[in-house]
């Protein structure tokens, strides 16, 4: 059945949202819209100026100043609304600045956060470097613990990364905003492994979702970029006033990157999912293989939460090997079409040859001893990977 143009998929809102409008006098307009790089806004008279000024304190998306961006900026927030089904978006440097930004609009000095213990390392050094110099309180929780008992009379935050960053752990995101709202707390969940276009926390009951751009919507990894997203006015308010007041701001040189990233987001993701599912399969076979953490793949144990609550998959998974800690750290160093490297959601495939130290705040993990690597499968054919990936055991194993 054809879909209502009145109403049009998503794959068509990402291609024309954010386009430039065409130019009154000459009736045309540039496809992409240009990079608007800007400083200082000017205005024609002050009546102008305080104009501007009483629609921005009313709440529009209006420029007075460079910081907050122009065109292309709004451009973008405007995408990030439509991925996640958001109201309001808010741009930052980085990921990790889109999670500070949440912290500094929704906390304040004595209260409590709870955070679930499989999110993004960074947030560890966010809470040692910057909370506790605040006197806020972040208590870690696995998914298997009683939460009702964590809470306090001053918690405020429930913060969550799903799937969990290293391990992939899907949660169960409409229980935890029922949970939420039943202890009036905020949940905010970092969405970067969905970046809204396979999962849509805010659609699933969450209040706040976070994505990482610099990841699958940049998709070519050559931009930093982070967005909160809402869809709750009063927090928009709360977010807005921390944003400008803080100073956030990206280039528009990036927001351009990201608007063009996202026009291919539907067709990469998609195929990143299905090299990975290829990956699985082949890794599935191996006897130096314990376990394939990757919620597409029938056997992880988050599958159903998956198949519940996502529209599909995407290139990352991480891989549990029967190898001592010498024979992995060759394995890693084997590879030739994998890069190692932290980041992922550009075409490339990477692989992460993942520390103790990090495993050890994942109460998911199980392994004991074994190690772990974390693969971005990315858009080379995947019987080049897999070839890769045979010649890579085998000298493991050497």
Request: with cysteine; glycine share 8%; aromatic share 8%.
């Amino acid at each position: 059945m054809a879909k209502d143009p009145v109403n049009p998929h998503l794959d068509t809102l990402l291609q024309h949202t954010g386009t430039a409008p065409f130019n009154p006098d000459t009736g045309s307009a540039p496809v992409n819209l240009p990079s608007m790089r800007a400083s200082t806004v000017r205005f024609q008279n002050l009546q102008a100026l305080e104009a501007t000024q009483r629609r921005k304190n009313a709440g529009e998306r209006v420029a007075t100043y460079g910081r907050m961006g122009l065109d292309t900026h709004a451009a973008l927030e405007r995408v990030f609304c439509e991925l996640e089904a958001g109201t309001h978006a808010y741009l930052a440097s980085s990921g990790v600045g889109a999670i500070t930004m949440v912290m500094m609009s929704l906390l304040s000095s004595g209260d409590h956060v709870l955070v679930s213990d499989c999110v993004y390392g960074p947030v560890y050094e966010l809470d040692d470097a910057l909370l506790k110099r605040l006197n806020i309180e972040v208590t870690y929780f696995s998914a298997g613990d009683d939460l009702a008992s964590l809470v306090r009379p001053n918690t405020r935050l429930l913060y969550v990364e799903s799937p969990g960053s290293l391990l992939f752990q899907m949660l169960d995101i409409p229980a935890l905003a029922n949970f939420a709202r039943e202890h009036d707390l905020v949940l905010a969940c970092d969405n970067t492994w969905g970046s809204g276009y396979i999962y849509q926390p805010l659609s699933l009951g969450a209040h706040v979702s976070v994505v990482a751009g610099t990841k699958y919507v940049g998709g070519h990894s050559d931009l930093m970029l982070g967005a909160v997203i809402t869809n709750d006015t009063q927090i928009a308010q709360r977010i807005n006033r921390t944003q400008y007041a803080m100073g956030y701001s990206i280039s528009a040189d990036d927001a351009w990157l990201a608007l063009r990233g996202v026009r291919t987001l539907p067709i990469r993701m998609a195929q990143h999912g299905k090299n990975a599912l290829q990956v699985c399969e082949f890794l599935a076979q191996r006897p130096e293989v314990a376990r394939i953490y990757h919620p597409a793949w029938p056997q992880d144990p988050g599958h159903a939460i998956w198949q519940r609550d996502c529209t599909g998959s995407n290139g990352m998974m991480a891989v549990e090997l029967k190898l001592s800690k010498e024979a992995s750290r060759r394995f890693v160093d084997a590879l030739t079409l994998f890069g190692i490297g932290y980041s992922w959601g550009g075409y490339e495939s990477l692989v992460q040859w993942v520390t103790p130290g990090e495993l050890a705040r994942h109460c998911y993990w199980t392994g004991g001893d074994h190690a772990l690597v974390r693969l971005h499968i990315g858009l080379e054919n995947p019987a080049d990977l897999i070839a890769d990936l045979t010649q890579a055991l085998e000298q493991a194993g050497v």
